[in-house]
């Protein structure tokens, strides 16, 4: 005996997998849209408010050698930042690594700090032009290393 049509109750209407994986690739793509939102914006704010970097990217504004080696302003491409303790818990150092690319090439701003009580002190910068020169903007430019056998 086969129910009537009328016994059955109404078909509802499906859409298959298409809702569910739509639903879970957008949750997918905010999550992920927002972390790299976050963390974009946390390091522009971290960098920003770093009185260390605001110093060195001062003298990289208006140092003499710095902008008649670039040509003029040398604009930050890459910043690196490394920090670690001195021997003897003396304190920390802090080195940056500056990318700078102006209308004469390529060049990099490398910087080592010192900060010892609780009082920091620049003790290197040195600036490789675009040509592939060093200079000593403060500081002595390190002897070449010793080439390996």
């Not at 960098?47 to 302003?73: C, H, K, M, Y």
């Not at 670690?84 to 990099?108: C, D, N, Q, W």
């Amino acid at each position: 005996m086969e129910p009537s049509d009328q016994e059955l109750p109404p078909q509802r209407r499906r859409h298959g997998c298409l809702w569910g994986c739509f639903w879970v690739a957008l949750l997918f793509v905010l999550v992920v849209g927002g972390t790299v939102g976050f963390t974009a914006w946390n390091i522009y704010q971290g960098f920003r408010s770093d009185p260390q970097l605001l110093a060195i990217l001062d003298v990289t504004r208006n140092n003499g050698t710095v902008r008649a080696e670039f040509g003029g302003t040398a604009y930050v491409m890459e910043v690196e930042r490394k920090s670690f303790p001195l021997p003897m818990h003396e304190g920390r150092a802090t080195t940056y690594r500056l990318v700078l690319i102006g209308r004469s090439g390529k060049g990099e701003l490398n910087v080592r700090l010192e900060t010892r009580t609780g009082r920091t002190k620049t003790v290197t910068m040195i600036l490789t032009a675009p040509d592939g020169q060093t200079h000593a903007l403060l500081g002595k430019v390190p002897e070449k290393p010793l080439p390996s056998i």
